[in-house]
């Protein structure tokens, strides 16, 4: 067994890389709770609960998001995404 020794240039690296992850955090966050910073909303559950979100985050996950939220479809038209089978807990 052996012990290794790091340069204290690691600890500092490692404490600003989390620093870094904090921040990237706090801002990503930022995204979903500023509804200033949304482009769309979404009416979820049967009590369609108004959801304001962005549409490019959600568009990454699968192309036919992507063609409903950008393209001539009425979700994309509207930028309002009706998920009556979705809990707002989901």
Known sequence: FF?????????????MSEALRLAQDKRCESWITDEDLCDAVAFVGPERQRVPFLRAPLATLSKPLKVALYGEFREGRTRELVLEDVTVDA
């Open 3 to 15: 012990i290794l020794a790091l340069p204290r240039s690691f600890a500092i690296s490692v404490a």
